[in-house]
């Protein structure tokens, strides 16, 4: 029985390369990539710029809400900051909630409470 030769130092070099050249480029064909070649490093929407690490705080907001949908234009997308884009999904979910519901339904009850009730009267004691 023969033991099989493990792969030398050269050959696994070799292949990290291989595969760390193969990953590279499946990320520049995505749509992350493509999105920061084509629009400047800055947020849509607070207008922070990112570079270096940074740049990992920048994400790709598709405007339709279809990831599927990624016209070579980048006409779908606009760069966002972390914060901005979960602020965009929350204002989403929240719009979902209210969905089908007349805003009415969810007005509270008016406070009964009157914080500035004798206000005048105290004032016009101190005159």
Sequence with gaps: MA???????????????AEARRNREQ????????????????????????SGKRLRELT???KDHDHDHNPPDGSNWELLCLY????????EAVADWYEGE?????????????????LEALLKEKK
């Design 102 to 118: 007349s805003p009415a339904e969810h007005d509270e009850a008016p406070s009964i409470n009157t914080p500035f009730a004798g």
């Design 60 to 62: 790709v907001h598709h």
């Design 84 to 91: 901005c884009h979960d602020n965009e999904h929350g204002r």
């Design 3 to 17: 033991i099989p030769k493990s792969p030398t130092e050269a050959d696994k070099k070799r292949q990290i390369v």
């Design 27 to 50: 990320r520049e064909k995505g749509y992350r990539e493509r999105a920061l070649k084509l629009f400047p490093h800055v947020c849509g929407r607070c207008g922070r710029e990112f």
